[in-house]
């Protein structure tokens, strides 16, 4: 190897780094350093004459290696690593000393950040020295797209990625796609009514020539990696065929079994066979096998007697359907916080104590009192109303610590609408803080408690109990520092978003992580808010947090645009930073093979151990296991582990 | 800036993970949090990549402590090589102590990328217990051997 040339380039960020540290003092420091060809302190190094000085010195002084001693490799590595590839340098040659986010910023003695930069620089200039330039790793893909979950943020994935041309998979675990959005009364702040706006969607999704709908079926597991993931997913039996089915309604209707409503929120039953709403796609009945009596004819089969068109099949049968998808959109949706938790509220034992998405069943034209305000326990209207925000949010004590942020919306939406329904009614509000930040959410709650009339009360509720048929509702009210006592007809509890419960282990299933309370994991909070951590994994909607509509269109929207980024490439590039063995060292004892979680490594027919460089994800697990040390990461090997430590803690 | 007349300053490795310690190293920069500059971070795709002969080599070339930083377990970016990682420092704490070195010299953490204060906790906290403990012996001991021999 001929001898090392490093250029080294030390960045002041405007004051940023030179604030605290010298950063003359670090380029002449590493001027002496061993294999150092070329030194040079600059304002912005980030900036094109930044960037002009790297690729101009790498072609002057014939640089075998560079090293920019600036911010974080997760901000700029690409940057320059695509400038030296620009000078003819091999990107793989390129490292970042981090001197900003681990010295600059966080330490404040100038002579001590300055020591400290400059072990730091050294550490990457030894490594770099030992870099070799190496190829991307190219793999073909396969063309099509799988997004779990059929809600609003999963349909407007779905299609977005289906208009591009590309093909999908759209897997919902209910009966019918569309999510929470379909059990919505109207949506704030502009009234539309929900089903009229998600159901032209709905049916788009269903008729899209690039949709394969896959409904009241699941994802079973995930291999693969980007690009080439294989995913299993099982189509439970419904046992009514679809394509006969005519919607005749004569099942259900001749069906002795009944269990409470899902889509209507436990507020009325629906039979053993049913459709889960009007306009439910795909629009075809299903039979719910642990509500039904039985499925062998004997034990009942009214339904199938019934059925003009045949399309009652008892014997269907689950089936395991295997896909091969290049990337995987997740957008499972959340599910309210459970209202049993919130005994304090009455909740499970005063009938009258509903949650928010029981009282838009009951706002809804097509809900179960045909959008008439009736109280779940007698059916009478409710003239007094109170609605309680913040139910199990806020509160890190005893439910969730997070603001569930729609609340505060809908509260105001519900009392709207609730004054539109019964115009001498009565309705209050508990909250603790009023958040409504987005385009025009401030004027809706305005409106709403100055054109309606709507009580508004800042505090905390105590404690619902029933006293006979009225419901009574503790609270204070932390303005005027008075307790309250209300008497109501019902009470809406805005209740917090929890992740939907099949997130888990979902996750678990695609390898990405979740936050913890549960919701998917973004890879960054800020820049990468629709990808998770794992490369063609992308994350949609209320499972990744707390959102409204809005929101979750939009991100449905990102999440496919960088599903379509990927499924555009004709070849993707994996990072060639990964496992080699060296077969003259490798003793093939193969405790590598058991190391690696992805299953990369094998013993080959000589009985040395191979890795599939496709497949590892180069971790180092197995480096750190290998006895021999044949196993060694490309570009980060125990030797330069090894000359990085010591430049590290010897003396500047 | 190592005066071998003045106070005991401790000299530290970390080795970071890049997606959860590092990044949460990075947000602790990010958010000013201030900590003593006595550590020089080292990254590491996973957790699962530091073996005991790197520690080892830190301990023997001056290290007064090593820090592993990680991701918490259920969260390895690679599935599982924290647990690993767990495993091994576990061993190797229990070999040090047999040798004499004290095993609070090597610590394991689970830091995130959203846990940048913990990340300055840390390191503030290693760093006191490492000056408590006093200069390793490592070193000491591996210099008067190479003098007796010398």
Redesign the interface.
Request: one cysteine or more.
């Given at each position: 190897m001929p001898a090392a040339r490093i250029g080294v380039f030390v960045c002041h960020c405007g004051l940023n780094i030179e604030r605290t540290v010298d950063t003359r003092a670090v380029a002449e420091a590493l001027a002496e350093h061993s294999g150092v060809a070329y030194v040079s302190d600059y304002d912005y190094m980030c900036s094109d004459p930044g960037q002009r000085q790297v690729i101009d010195a790498i072609d002057e002084h014939r640089l075998t290696g560079v090293v920019v001693a600036a911010c974080s490799p997760a901000m700029h590595e690409p940057t320059f690593r695509r400038a030296a590839e620009e000078a003819g340098l091999n990107p793989y040659l390129v490292e970042m000393a981090n001197i900003r986010e681990h010295c600059s910023w966080v330490h404040r003695d100038r002579d001590e950040a300055t020591a400290k930069a400059i072990r730091i620089t050294k550490t990457l200039v030894e490594k770099v020295k030992r870099n070799h330039p190496l190829d991307p790793v190219r793999i073909d893909h396969v063309d099509k797209c799988l997004v779990i979950g059929g809600g609003i943020a999963g349909i407007q994935a779905a299609l977005d990625v289906a208009e591009s041309g590309f093909q999908v998979i759209l897997v919902e675990k209910e009966p019918s796609i569309g999510g929470h959005m379909a059990q919505l009364s109207e949506t704030f702040p502009t009234l539309d009514c929900s089903s009229c706006i998600l159901t032209p969607k709905m049916v788009e999704a269903s008729r899209h020539p690039n949709i394969e709908l896959l409904t009241y079926s699941e994802v079973v597991d995930v291999s693969g990696y980007v690009g080439n993931y294989t995913v299993r997913i099982r189509k439970n039996p419904t046992y009514v065929d679809p394509d006969k089915c005519n919607l005749c309604g004569e099942c259900e209707r001749v069906c002795p079994e009944s269990t409470a409503s899902e889509f209507e929120r436990g507020l009325v039953e629906r039979k053993a066979i049913y459709i889960p709403f009007q306009q439910a796609i795909p629009s075809s009945y299903t039979l719910d096998e642990d509500t039904c009596l039985g499925l062998r004819p004997l034990r009942c089969s009214e339904c199938a007697k019934v059925c003009e068109p045949n399309a009652i099949d008892f014997d269907m049968q689950p089936e395991i359907l295997e896909e091969e998808v290049a990337a995987i959109i997740v957008a499972t949706g959340f599910e309210l916080y459970p209202i049993l938790n919130l005994g304090e509220y009455g909740a499970g034992d005063v009938p009258d104590v509903i949650d928010g998405l029981q009282f838009e069943r009951l706002l809804s034209a097509s809900g179960p009192t045909g959008g008439e305000v009736r109280r779940p326990s007698d059916g009478r209207i409710a003239k007094r109303v109170v609605f309680v925000q913040c139910a199990g949010s806020r509160d890190p004590k005893n439910h969730n610590p997070y603001c569930s942020k729609i609340c505060c919306m809908y509260t105001a939406k519900h009392a709207l609408l609730y004054q539109h329904a019964v115009p001498d009614g009565e309705a209050t509000v508990f909250y603790i803080d009023i958040r409504a930040g987005g385009k025009g959410y401030e004027e809706f709650i305005q409106g709403a408690i100055e054109e309606e009339r709507i009580r508004y009360l800042r505090g905390k509720v105590a404690r619902i109990y029933r006293d006979g048929d009225r419901v009574v509702v503790w609270g204070v009210d932390t303005l005027s520092g008075k307790r309250i006592e209300l008497e109501a007809d019902l009470v809406v509890l805005a209740m917090s978003m929890n992740p939907h419960p099949s997130t888990e282990g979902l996750a678990k299933a695609l390898k990405i992580s979740c936050g913890g309370e549960g919701f998917l994991k973004e890879a960054h909070p800020k820049l990468r808010p629709v990808e998770s951590l794992t490369a063609g994994i992308f994350v949609a909607g209320a499972g990744q947090g707390p959102k409204d509509i809005p929101e979750s269109v939009a991100q449905g929207s990102g999440a496919a645009a960088k599903a379509i980024g990927l499924l555009a490439k004709e070849k993707l590039i994996h990072s060639p930073e990964v496992v080699s063995i060296d077969e003259e060292i490798c003793g093939g004892c193969g405790v590598c093979v058991g190391m690696c979680p992805y299953n990369a490594l094998s013993l080959n027919g000589a009985g040395v151990a191979e890795c599939n460089e496709v497949l590892c994800e180069g971790c180092g697990t197995c480096v750190s296991a290998c006895p021999t040390g044949a196993a060694q990461l490309k570009n980060m090997s125990d030797s330069q582990i090894r000359e990085m430590i010591e430049v590290a803690l010897a003396d500047v | 800036?190592?005066d071998p007349t003045g106070p005991f300053e401790p000299?530290i490795?970390a080795f970071l993970c890049r997606?959860c310690s590092y990044?949460g190293?990075?947000l602790?920069?990010?958010s000013?949090?201030?900590?003593?500059?006595n550590v020089?971070?080292?990254?590491?795709?996973?957790s699962?990549?530091?073996?005991a002969?790197?520690v080892l080599?830190?301990l023997e070339?001056?290290?007064d402590g090593v820090l592993i930083g990680g991701c918490h377990p259920?969260?390895c970016?690679?599935?599982?090589?924290n647990y690993?990682t767990r495993r091994?420092v576990a061993l190797l704490q229990r070999a040090l102590s047999e040798i004499g070195i004290d095993p609070q010299r090597v610590r394991l953490e689970w830091i995130s990328a959203?846990e940048g204060h913990k990340f300055?906790r840390t390191m503030t906290e290693f760093i006191e217990r490492i000056r408590d403990l006093g200069p390793s012996p490592v070193l000491a001991a591996t210099t008067k051997e190479a003098t007796g021999h010398g």
């Open positions: - | 800036m190592s000299k490795v997606w990044a190293a990075d602790a920069g990010v000013r949090l201030e900590y003593p500059p020089v971070p080292m990254r590491v795709n996973c699962g990549r530091v073996d002969e790197m080599a830190a070339k001056g290290a259920g969260d970016h690679y599935v599982s090589g690993k091994r959203s300055q």
